[in-house]
């Protein structure tokens, strides 16, 4: 007990404990004080902390400031010299440009001067000298003509006329021959030709040439003086067709003189090869080693090769340009494409804006390998087909133009290229006539709900294309620029399936959902 009562006594507050007294009014104005000075202190030091920081903020962004003054001032400065050396060049480029016009001029009015009164120097063979040396009458006849061709294209070339049209050529006549004496024609005209070049440097942008080697029986020494000609003689246009040959070394010979009639050009413009036959891969290698490298070339025409076994669809792989713009393989024998041939052939060619395909040989598979690139390319423009004996389902290329199966596929389809399909029953190049792709995208659907509005099947469509109700305003918006087609001013420009669009919009909103879309428009205006 005693023990306990100890206890509580030694915790127990003593009674001055209890009577400590709280501090008086001064004591809490000197404490405020002390409080208030050192808070003060505080924010003085903080604020002064901060203007001190901004201070060397400050001075280090006018140091910036000064640096990006200065660096602006040397950009503007090297801005300034770039634009004189730019002008200073420019001047010069216009001061070449202008000599060269001028040295082009004076040769060519040189040349002028020079042949002004130039005649032709050899003599004509009549038909009696022909015939008494053996030949018939009707071969008399041609060698004539071919002298007298070439005798009147050679004079307007000496005499630095513009010639829009070179056709070095004869007219077989069976049995076939050469006539020896022309050899020294061919020469007269071969050594116009390169002195021709002067003509055509001149009056580069003020005419369009053109040469064709076709049909050709010529010897080897003719043929020698074409290609050395050709070689310094750069025409925009160059076409050739088929020598009359047998062994397949004759007709290498003969892609060998093409190669190195086009090698040197730097004008050529437009490329033709027709009815030669590419019979081997080394025929292919050596025309697109020629074609790839040629800036300048604008248009390939590589028709009726008489290719056998598909070789020339190796072109698909090899052919590789930057700027050419249309490309004709029309009439060939291509058929069983590989799966990417055309979707790398559309890549390796992109300013590829035309291709003919027309008259190949196509099978099931090759269209939907070509309908499946169609779909997903957009850089093509036109594509030409005209079938012989179509395969059945060529009605995919049109599908991929435009498909009819829904809305969205309609969407989906390719807007850009202009398909030509010379077929009974196709009306596939009335749609992507126009550059705007939008609008060619607003006709195909236009043109679908024409279809389906004839039959009213648009409400039952538009369910299984499953369209929402917020689309159904969109859909309608679109057919607003088709209502002119049906003005009297305007009447037989829509096609036999392009209703008023007035007719599809009354259809929907007959048959379709009004309480839907009358909630939806409640719900808006709430």
Known sequence: MSHQGNKRQKHSPSSSDLQTSPPDASQWTQMRQEIMDSLRAELQNDLQSQVDQLKIESSQLKEKAAQLEGEASRLEKENSELKTKIASLEEKVKSLENFNTAKRKSKYLEIVKKNELWEYPLAVPTMAELMSDGYSEEQSVEVIRQIDY????????????????????????????????????????????????????????????????????????????????????????????????????????????????????????????????????????????????????????????????????????????????????????????????????????????????????????????????????????????????????????????????????????????????????????????????????RKKIYVLLSKRNRRRENASFLEQDGIGIKHIPQILSLLKPFSEHHLHDKKGTQGDDEVKPLSIAYEIMRDWRMPELYRLDQMEED
């Open 150 to 441: 070439i005798k009147d294209v050679t004079t307007e070339m000496r005499r630095c006329e513009v010639i829009n049209f070179v056709d070095v050529s004869d007219d077989p006549v069976e049995p076939y021959f050469f006539y020896e004496g022309m050899l020294p024609h061919y020469r007269q005209f071969a050594d116009a030709l390169m002195e021709y070049q002067h003509t055509i440097n001149y009056m580069e942008d003020k005419s369009f040439l053109f040469t064709m080697v076709r049909d050709s029986q010529l010897p080897a020494q003719v043929l020698s003086l074409l290609q050395e000609a050709l070689k310094h003689t750069h025409f925009h246009r160059l076409e050739f067709h088929p020598i009359q040959t047998e062994t397949e070394g004759a007709r290498w010979r003969y892609l060998d003189f093409i190669y190195n009639c086009v090698i040197e050009n730097t004008r050529l413009e437009d490329f033709r090869l027709c009815d030669v036959t590419i019979e081997h891969s080394r025929y292919i290698d050596l025309l697109c080693e020629l074609l790839n490298n040629k800036a300048s070339l604008r248009e390939i025409k590589l028709m009726s090769s008489g290719t056998e076994g598909g070789v020339l669809r190796e072109i698909f792989s090899k052919l590789r340009t930057e700027n050419v713009q249309e490309i004709d393989l029309s009439n060939n024998h291509l058929s069983n494409l590989r799966p990417t041939d055309m979707s790398e052939f559309l890549s390796s060619n992109p300013s590829l804006e035309e291709l003919d395909l027309s008259n190949n040989p196509f099978n099931e598979q090759d269209i939907v390998y070509i309908s499946d690139t169609l779909r997903h390319n957009n850089t093509l423009c036109r594509l030409r087909f005209r079938f012989g004996d179509p395969p059945t389902n060529w009605n995919l290329l049109e599908s991929a133009i435009f498909d009819s199966t829904s809305l969205n596929a309609s969407y989906d389809s390719n807007h850009h290229c202009h398909l030509y399909i010379y077929s009974p029953g196709s009306d596939i190049g009335r749609f992507n006539t126009c550059d705007d792709r939008a609008l060619n995208r």
